[in-house]
């Protein structure tokens, strides 16, 4: 791989890491559970993962805020528009997967 300066690795990984949220912001048909039993992760791991970065940087975000930099909007806003509930086979899928943590 190339030599990339710290900088530059950063910038593509922000880069990345936007299109990602665009992406599942385009995605809203895509559920939250079946990214979970899919993939291990979903839109709220995100968002944890975005205020733990804050958290760590010292810099001031609240959950709601992380969640709204990575729903687009407020997240009870995008579960009243988007989110459906769970089948039992999404349920039972997540009991087989979810994470120990």
Known sequence: MTDLSEDE???LEAAA???L???LAART????IDLMNLAGFCRNCLSNWYLDAAQEAGLPLSKDE???AIYGMPYED?????QREATDAQ???????KPSH
Do not use: I, P
């Open 21 to 23: 949220v665009a992406h």
């Open 66 to 68: 992380s969640r709204q």
């Open 9 to 11: 690795r950063t910038k």
């Open 91 to 97: 349920k039972a899928a997540f009991d087989q997967t």
């Open 78 to 82: 995008w579960k009243a528009l988007h």
């Open 17 to 19: 890491f936007r299109r």
């Open 29 to 32: 048909d895509v559920q939250n």
